[in-house]
Structure formats: structure tokens, C-alpha cells
């Protein structure tokens, strides 16, 4: 569910101090059901190598594979357009505090990369030619003594190009890529759920 954003940005997350200069894209509410300690076993979800936790539709799989098949024709995606080459990471910026807490793992399927991770927060970061982008996952109270995720997306567009391609895929995005993603953790979870109710 998209949540509105003010359920990020009401919250005390660190990523704000580190990421001003980043557009608040979206925020959702991820079906994450948990305890207070789960936010370890989320991150642990979203990157393992194990494919079964995130089978995407077919719709969303194919718009992926749109994607990275122009990203080779056109270049955007090239060695030297990521981070630490266009741009420069985002644990450049972290205060002392944040260097000495993990980073926390990198996403192997995707060129996400881990800046840091907490008790509450983990967030990884990509760049191209078009964006750099942030994804934060944030562990919440829901007020009812339990928690769960959301997640919140984060841009800085490259030039005008950027901006352009940013709103042209926002519909895509919220018809497909992200019902489909949500959906995935969703079954993922709940897998895991099952097996340590069952075990």
C-alpha cells in the first residue's frame, strides 16, 4: 500500500541528515508483520541469491528486462556511470557513528549497493546515467505491539534527461513494478513465517 509522505519523513530516520539533497519519490507499507528484531531477517530476504523469495509478475519481470536491454543499447548503465565513478557513494557522507555499524549486504541480482544498516534502517543506493537513487527500508511500530517495513525511494535525477525519465516510468512503476515487488516480499515473508512456526 502507498502510504502518503509524511510516513517517512515525520520519522527520525538518519537517512534524512545524509540525503537533503535527494526528492522523496514514494513511500509504502510493506507486509512485513514482526517483532521488534525482524529488520535483520527482511534485509536478509531482499538479499539473498536465492531468486524463489522474489519471483516477480510477468508483466514486471518483461518491463525489468525492457529496462536493462536499454540500458546496454543506449549506455546508461555503463561501468563508469555507477557509483564511486559518476557519483560518489553515499557513505561519503556518513557521520562517525554510521562507519562503525555494518553496511550491511549488497543486493546480488541488482546493482544495488549497501551504505549502512541499523536496528531500523538499512539502505542501499544505484546510479546510471539517468539517476541516483536511494532505497530505504525502514522498521516501524505499527502502535499495536507489533512492526513491520516500509519502504521509501529516493532520487537525484541527472539533468533534465533524468527528470524526463524518472516521470516517464512513475506509471509503470506504480501500475506494476511496485503491486508485483510488494506482493513478492509479501509471499517471501510469509514463507519464512510458516517454516518458523513449523519448525
Partial sequence: MRLPNTAHTSRPWRIHEIAKDFKL???WELPTPGGPDDLARLVQQFTTADQSDRKLSLVTRTLFEIRWQLGKLLGWDKPNAGINKRVPSLRDRLPADLHEVPRGPDIPT???V????????????????TVHALMHIGWVSDNAGGYHAQMAVLVKPNGWFGKVYMAGIRPFRYA????????TIGRGWQRWADDRSAG
Fill in 110 to 112: 541488482k546493482p544495488f
Fill in 25 to 27: 519519490e514514494d513511500v
Fill in 176 to 183: 506494476f513494478v511496485y503491486p508485483s515487488l510488494i506482493r
Fill in 114 to 129: 549497501s551504505v549502512y544498516q541499523t536496528d531500523t534502517e538499512w539502505v542501499s543506493e544505484i546510479a546510471n546515467t
